[in-house]
Structures are given as structure tokens and as C-alpha cells.
């Protein structure tokens, strides 16, 4: 479903969490009033929900920041606009993985940016969905084309973890204390914060084994999941509201910043490879030292996390001693990750 432009009006009026009468929505949209109870109707529907109170009026159960274009790019360093082509923020998507696939085919440029503010259909690993409620986190997905084959970029993933933990302790440094929060990374994808899952990467690869390839690398991170909209979730979650204590930060500032370690990561990547983020990667590891198991298809691999090689390959020391790498895999941990 697409918003109209009175719908986007009468979020971005209620986007402050405070009461608006029925009355200044009319005045300030040019409409009736029962137009007004139409639209948050269809909100509702869309699954932003609303309070209704006599007397005060109508506003948001949650505030929220809706993504601008020029906010984002007023963010963005000299560097990250040169490496930028395109940037397109939708209202609601299926999946802006899947459109930049689809966009791909169509030989859209490298350096597509495409934000959204709700996926009907959020891709996360292994065919799974991406919970994404409208307006609440951030869901982003970046076009690269690459000169080289797959196996040329070989540890992005790993590489791209490290710069949304860049993005995410200098967005989460408190002023004056010089501390940040604790933020780290689970192989091989996933961001994590004290046990629970903050944010995944997935990257969707396609070109030839040997020539060129393209690559697009989605992320989604958890600014704000209301309990509601996260009930269908598995697996144990945060949000950075609670991370923090605080209310959301800029949705904005933060895309851009995720934008300024994302995309020179991405455009250096072939010239420098997983060996130039190994041991940053390494400082972020939530696994290491803990005992876990490793889901290969049916197969599982019980033992105790030994970090990763200098290939970016998960090691594992089976309870015989053997040390084993491997490439790909589901981990599991028990709750006393850090």
C-alpha cells in the first residue's frame, strides 16, 4: 500500500508525538475533518498507530523522524557524495534488496542507495523475513558493481559489519563521557548488543565466476521494534531505544552516518580485501570463547568458538581438540553471550 500525500502530511504532522486536532489537520491539508478520520483509518491499517482523545485530538503512539533526502545528504562527507549515484527513499517496498536486484538486471549504476521506510516483505538470511515497521528503524540496501568475480570479495560481509559498528559507536558516544555502548558483531552478519540482535546484513551477489559481478548489500537495524510488530520474531531482539535508555536517535543523521563507513568500505573493498578489517573485526567479536553450535543443513558442528582466521573463515575447536574453519553456517549460542 502507498501513502498518499495527505497520508505523508498527516504523519509528518503527528511525527512529534504530540495531540493535533482534528480541527488543524483539516486547516492545514485544505480537507475535511472526515477526511482527516479516513486517512488515519488507512494509517491504521498500515499499521501506524494512532490515539484518538476528545477534546485534544489525534497523535502518533510513538514519535518518529521520516527520512529526507536532503537531510541524509547534508550528512554525507565530500568523499560519500562521489561515491554516491542515485539515492531513493521509499515510502513502502517490498524489500529494497529485492528492488535494487530487480534494478540490477536493468543495469541500474553502481553506488544506488535506496532507504524505505517499511518493507512489506523484509529479506533476512535464509529466506526468513525482516520484521519492518513503518518509520520506526532503518532499512537500506546499496548497488556496487564490482570488476572482479565473487571471489574477489570474498569477507565483505565481515567488512561491512565493521563499518556499521563505525557508524554505530560514533552515533552512540555520550558527550562528555567518551564511552559508547556496547556494540558488537556475530559471524557472519549479524549485529549484536548484550546477547540480542541489534541488525543483519545480507548481500545477494550475481555475475559470472571469473568476470565482473554486482552486489547488493542490504541492512537492517533496529532503531525502535515495537513489542506489537515483533511478536513473530524467534530469536532474542534489542532495539537501539533500549540499548541507549533513550528515546530513538535521528533516523537522518544515522543513515548518514551508516552511508559515510559504508560506502568507502564498499569501494575500497577489492583493492584491499577482509585482511584490512580482520583484526577490527576481531576487537567487535560477541562469540569468541563461547560455546555454541554451527547448523550446516542437517549437519551440526558442536564446540566452542575459537574467533576467525585471517580469512574471515568462523573457527571452531570440537570437544576432541580438533580445530576446524568453515565458510558458511547458522550459529547458535547459548544466552550467556556477551
Known amino acids: 500500500m502507498f501513502l498518499s500525500d495527505n497520508q505523508k502530511k498527516i504523519i509528518t504532522l503527528l511525527a512529534d508525538g504530540e495531540f493535533h486536532s482534528g480541527t488543524e489537520l483539516a486547516h492545514r491539508l485544505g480537507i475535511s475533518r472526515a477526511a482527516i478520520c479516513k486517512h488515519l483509518k488507512v494509517l491504521s491499517e498500515s499499521g501506524l498507530q494512532h490515539s484518538a482523545v476528545s477534546g485534544k485530538g489525534y497523535r502518533l503512539d510513538n514519535a518518529m523522524e521520516l527520512l529526507e533526502q536532503s537531510k541524509i545528504e547534508a550528512i554525507l562527507s565530500n568523499q560519500s557524495k562521489g561515491l554516491l549515484s542515485t539515492l531513493e527513499i521509499h515510502d513502502h517496498i517490498n524489500s529494497t534488496n529485492s528492488y535494487l536486484v530487480e534494478l540490477s538486471q536493468q543495469n541500474a549504476s553502481s553506488g544506488f542507495v535506496c532507504f524505505a521506510e517499511h518493507q512489506t516483505a523484509g529479506k533476512g538470511r535464509r529466506g526468513r523475513q525482516w520484521v519492518s515497521p513503518y518509520g520506526s528503524n532503518i532499512y537500506l540496501s546499496i548497488r556496487w558493481y564490482f570488476q572482479s568475480g565473487p571471489a574477489s570479495i570474498s569477507g565483505l560481509s565481515l567488512a561491512i559489519g565493521v563499518a556499521v559498528i563505525r557508524a554505530l559507536r560514533q ?12 556494540v558488537g558483531l556475530k559471524w557472519p552478519n549479524d549485529i549484536y548488543s548484550q546477547g540480542k540482535k541489534l541488525g543483519g546484513i545480507l548481500i545477494e551477489v550475481s555475475g559470472e565466476t571469473d568476470g565482473p559481478c554486482t552486489a547488493v548489500i542490504g541492512l537492517g537495524l533496529n532503531l525502535f521494534l515495537p ?20 528515546q530513538p536517535l535521528s533516523r537522518n543523521k544515522l543513515a548518514g552516518t551508516l552511508l559515510n563507513q559504508l560506502l568507502p568500505v564498499i569501494s575500497g573493498f577489492e583493492a584491499v580485501g577482509i585482511s584490512a578489517y580482520i583484526d577490527e573485526w576481531r576487537h567487535y567479536d560477541c562469540l569468541k570463547g563461547q560455546s555454541a553450535t554451527l547448523f550446516i543443513g542437517q549437519q551440526q558442528i558442536k564446540g566452542t568458538i575459537e574467533g576467525v582466521d585471517n580469512n574471515g573463515l568462523l573457527l571452531i575447536k570440537r570437544f576432541d581438540g580438533l580445530v576446524q574453519a568453515f565458510a558458511s553456517g547458522e550459529v547458535s549460542f547459548s544466552s550467556s553471550v556477551r
Open 227 to 246: 513489542e506489537t510488530q515483533a511478536q513473530t520474531i524467534t530469536q532474542a531482539w534489542t532495539d537501539l531505544t533500549k540499548v541507549t535508555g533513550q
Open 171 to 182: 552515533s552512540l558516544v555520550f558527550p562528555g563521557s567518551g564511552t559508547s555502548m556496547d
